[in-house]
């Protein structure tokens, strides 16, 4: 993530994840992402509609 990161310059940029899945969102949060709001989306993999966590990096 971090070499990514490094990569694209543009900011903000913005990230979304499960809002269950501690891993995903502390990986972002030790990359600089901080979570700014919630929401509901789709996911594919599970067939239905989740919670999720809407995170912003600034520059």
Known sequence: MRALL????????????????????????KCGFRAVATARGYAQARGAE???TVLILEG
Do not use: F, M, T
């Open 6 to 29: 490094a990569e694209v310059p543009e900011r903000p940029l913005y990230a979304r994840a499960a809002s269950d899945n501690a891993g995903s969102l502390r990986v972002l949060e």
């Open 50 to 52: 989740i919670d999720e």
